[in-house]
């Protein structure tokens, strides 16, 4: 199967070529940044087009590779803050990507399946206990608002033109590798030498913490379900885990005499509980593999491991 991932060189993107190329499949991606020959075969990405995604670098890839059955739609905004901060280059990741790539498609394409990662921050602040994904969408930032137009461009596109579509509304995704938001925060104060922690908000904010390997396991599982032409679906674990305990977690993890306190403030367009209601993965069937302080322990090992 010949298998294209939008955004291929992320963090996410990275751990999903490996899945992916394991499983026998031709993996070839398009998106920014340099990949040497030697680091592509490292992580088993065949094709690597660094540009835009535009119709000439779409064409160009599919000369290269051939036209893919499946893409994964990993490309776009990833950051809440950025987005507050520059909200027409996040909207330009976000939106404009996604609308060249499904005119490409419905055009080049239009047999291919596309499985795009969203985010559940399209479900807003107005939420407590778990979010089904019939609940109401009302986003706090334009990070959440870019997420949620390019949900409807999807839908769009399945409804008029037969695209099929699968939409994955991501919820904290954390793990090995990644270099930013709270756990790497975090380990870099403490690698500082710092043992006094203040952090924003109370402590008592929920998040569902999911690793990215298993956020990898189950977009490669999506890519063997049924083939309807628009499914949205929450990709969380249904367990919501606080700021202060992710931050016992960590201080656990690292060992020594560590105090963190929260300093009530909360950030712009963060909301206060986010958790999924996570029975229609449980259907496919699909289990979450990693529990949370474990796989926050193996986080630490793993910034311990790199180099200064």
């Not at 950051?79 to 060249?100: C, M």
């Not at 005499?257 to 403030?265: P, T, Y």
């Amino acid at each position: 199967m010949i298998i294209w991932i939008t955004g291929a060189n992320g963090f996410i993107g990275r751990h999903l070529v490996g899945v992916l190329a394991d499983q026998g499949h031709a993996v070839h991606g398009i998106g920014h940044g340099a990949i040497n020959e030697p680091e592509r075969q490292r992580i088993g990405l065949g094709e690597w087009l660094n540009g835009e995604i535009d119709a000439a670098n779409l064409n160009t890839l599919a000369g290269r590779s051939g036209l893919p059955s499946t893409i994964f739609h990993l490309a776009g905004g990833s950051s809440v803050g950025l987005s507050i901060a520059q909200p027409l280059e996040d909207f330009s990741r976000t939106v404009s990507s996604t609308a060249r790539l499904l005119e490409w498609l419905r055009g080049s394409a239009p047999e291919c399946r596309l499985i795009v990662a969203s985010s559940a921050a399209v479900y807003g602040a107005h939420h407590a206990g778990a979010i089904s994904e019939e609940a109401e969408t009302q986003p706090m930032s334009p990070y959440g608002y870019h997420k949620l137009i390019m949900e409807q461009l999807c839908r769009s596109y399945a409804v008029s033109f037969n695209l099929r579509a699968t939409i994955v509304r991501l919820f904290s995704i954390y793990g090995p590798s990644l270099r930013k938001q709270l756990l790497w925060d975090l380990c870099l104060r403490l690698g500082q030498g710092q043992r006094e922690l203040v952090l924003g908000g109370t402590g008592n904010e929920h998040r569902d913490w999911i690793d990215v390997r298993d956020v990898v396991r189950l977009l490669a599982r999506l890519a063997q379900g049924d083939s309807r032409h628009l499914k949205v679906l929450n990709g969380g674990s249904g367990i919501g885990t606080t700021v202060a305990e992710i931050a016992r977690f960590v201080t656990t993890a690292w060992g020594g005499d560590i105090n963190v306190r929260f300093s009530g403030l909360a950030r712009a367009g963060d909301p206060f509980s986010l958790v999924a209601d996570s029975q229609q993965l449980a259907a496919l069937p699909f289990t979450w593999r990693i529990p949370v302080e474990q796989g926050i322990g193996q986080y630490v090992s793993w910034f311990k491991g790199q180099a200064p």
